[in-house]
């Protein structure tokens, strides 16, 4: 199933394959608290690059959410604080699904100040850090450009990649629903079901369920849900004792901003989450109507149009009020 590859892209993927052809000992990383798609395109390049006979290390700041622990080699992805740091900073990497280098966090700490980097990413505010960069940002997730990488790279694809590219499809297009669902994508996870991918599965566990902990996050977020009283724009917040307290990690967060953005009327829906006492992190979700990824980079942030976040640093209430105040400006 070929697509029409712009020319550009076809020379970024082939650049892309080269650089992982030659590469050795490199370091692949994605983004901070990884989502779906993070992992996802991690655990594509690892098990291309065993394809291929490299030596690897998979990583992340934060490791593997609980709930996609089930993928095929998952166990292979480790954390910053349970894994020993190198004993020679990496001189080869590769990025996944990272708008901007800062993005890996800590794992920052492990690279080496020259380091060639293939950054590969389908954020409209990725400024094409590294040596080599494959950005598509048109592209649904880092899994889609993935499955195009792997279709150049000419290897044959199995269940076990396909399972990797079928979630990170499926959780970045909140499960083929948002205007990301472009006929390309649902005939890319029409040949990952071929290869014999249990959709429902997949979605069942990383859709449907739910732990306690996150019902309890829910009704917490839910009694505290605000309005301007135009009702155009909705928030909630969630502080460091609702976490403990309702034994809430952080995966747990996921959807909570949807309750705010998807109430009838509402353009902008805000989860102002505390970090501590001087960090607030921001996740925003908009209707077409307005750019919050443009409002996320005012904050220092980024993301997508209509799905974006930002760390700030300040008290909680101040946050809010400010990040309010610049999303009205919009409206
Ligand atoms: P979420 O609100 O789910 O954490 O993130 C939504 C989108 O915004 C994701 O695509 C994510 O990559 C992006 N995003 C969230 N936080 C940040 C941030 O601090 N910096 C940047 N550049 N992007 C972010
Ligand atoms: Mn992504």
């Known amino acids: 199933m070929a697509e ?24 692949v990383v994605s983004h901070v608290q990884p ?6 395109s991690t655990l594509v390049i690892g098990w291309l690059l065993d394809k291929w006979n490299k ?7 934060n490791g593997v959410p609980g709930r996609l622990r089930d993928l095929p080699m998952a166990d292979q992805i480790g954390s910053y604080a349970d894994e020993d740091a190198p004993e020679k900073k990496y001189e080869t990497v590769i990025c996944v699904d990272c708008a901007d280098y800062a993005r890996i966090g800590k794992i920052a700490n ?9 950054n590969i990413d389908h954020h409209p505010t990725n400024d094409r850090y590294g040596e080599a960069a494959l950005i598509r940002h048109n592209a649904a997730a880092t899994a889609e450009i993935l499955y195009d990488l792997l279709l150049a790279a000419g290897v044959e694809l199995d269940e076990q990649v396909g399972t990797m590219l079928y979630t990170g499809l499926l959780t970045d297009t909140g499960g083929f629903r948002y205007s990301n669902t472009t006929p390309h994508v649902m005939s890319v996870a029409s040949e990952l079901l071929k290869l014999g991918v249990e959709g429902n599965t997949i979605a069942e566990r990383l859709l449907e369920t739910m732990s ?5 996050l829910i009704q917490r977020g839910l009694s505290r849900l605000t309005f301007t009283p135009d009702q155009r724009i909705g928030w909630l917040f969630i502080t460091p004792e609702d976490m403990r307290e309702t034994g809430a990690v952080n995966e747990d967060l996921e959807g909570l901003v949807n309750y705010a953005r998807n109430v009838e009327g509402v353009d902008v829906g805000l989860l102002f989450k505390q970090i501590d006492e001087q960090s607030v992190k921001v996740s925003m979700r908009s209707s077409e109507r307005v750019d919050v990824s443009a409002i996320a980079q005012s904050f220092g942030g980024g993301g997508h149009v209509r799905a974006a976040g930002c760390k700030v640093s300040g008290a909680l209430d101040d946050i809010i009020r400010q990040v309010v105040e610049r999303v009205k400006q919009e409206l």
């Open 212 to 216: 306690m902990a996150q019902l309890k």
């Open 4 to 27: 029409m590859l712009s020319d550009r892209y076809a020379e970024d993927i082939e650049r892309a394959c080269e650089f992982l052809r030659s590469c050795d000992d490199a370091l």
């Open 110 to 118: 492990w690279i080496a100040p020259d380091a060639r980097i293939l």
């Open 55 to 61: 030596t690897y290390r998979l990583v992340n700041e």
């Open 35 to 40: 989502d779906g798609d993070a992992i996802s």
